[in-house]
């Protein structure tokens, strides 16, 4: 996810550190639609086909991992997405299309490795499955925000007023819009995840830019001007911080 080319691009600035230890006593803001999919993923067989559809095991998990959290020291707020962006309404259909038709796939496919990719293929995060999800965290007392539109820009402004110390993601657009420190590719099993820290960026063996981070940032920026920090402060109520943390 993100923009290509940003990721390699950092990766003399990238440290390998332990999310446990990293993050003891700190504040990590959590881009929710990671964890989803990720979950999504494993209970794949619940989650998609045309019989009755289960997210138990998902809201479950997903809120597991939260206790979990805080059972070592660390204060989890999570951030999901919102409306959908108006701007990104032909990308948004074409994932739609190809959903489709991977669902199509899975009822001509025996049992086995192509079916299960086709499965996989064909899960979407819905409206009942966020919904089962909020109520369990709810129902958990964790916090969470939902954004106005992508969680990203919402994340972005919760590290820039200082409520979180860490943003817990996959996407290279948020190391883009100036999070502090941006944890990536996190290893839930051993613990260990890819750390982005602004402050290293402007070491002396920082990598040298080559344009890319430049037309990364404008990317970013434009996105910014339709769904970012400006838009979630201009649009108070139901959906901002103040009200769901």
């Not at 805080?70 to 299309?97: M, Q, S």
């Amino acid at each position: 996810m993100g923009i290509a080319g940003v990721l390699p691009l950092l990766a003399p600035a990238t440290r390998r550190v332990n999310f446990w230890t990293e993050l003891r006593d700190s504040c990590v803001g959590i881009d929710s639609s990671v964890w989803m999919h990720q979950l999504a993923l494993k209970y794949c067989e619940d989650v998609t086909g045309d019989g009755p559809r289960s997210y138990d095991g998902v809201a479950r998990d997903f809120v597991d991992r939260g206790k979990q959290l805080i059972a070592n020291g660390i204060d989890p707020l999570f951030v999901f997405d919102g409306k959908a962006v108006p701007a990104k309404g032909e990308t948004a259909a074409a994932r739609r299309e190809r959903r489709a038709a991977a669902a199509l796939r899975v009822g001509s496919l025996p049992d086995g490795p192509d079916r299960l990719r086709a499965q996989r293929a064909s899960i979407s995060i819905s409206t009942a499955m966020l919904a089962a999800i909020i109520a369990s965290v709810r129902k958990e007392g964790l916090r969470y925000i939902v954004a106005p539109y992508e969680a990203d820009p919402q994340l972005a402004l919760l590290d820039r007023q200082r409520v979180v110390d860490y943003v817990l993601t996959v996407d290279s657009d948020l190391v883009v819009l100036g999070v502090r420190r941006c944890l990536l590719k996190l290893n839930w099993g051993s613990g260990e995840a890819d750390l982005i820290d602004q402050d290293d960026l402007y070491h002396p063996e920082a990598p040298h830019d080559d344009g890319t981070l430049l037309r990364a940032m404008e990317s970013a920026s434009s996105r910014l001007e339709r769904s970012g920090p400006v838009t979630a402060c201009r649009n108070p109520g139901k959906r901002t911080c103040a009200s769901m943390i």
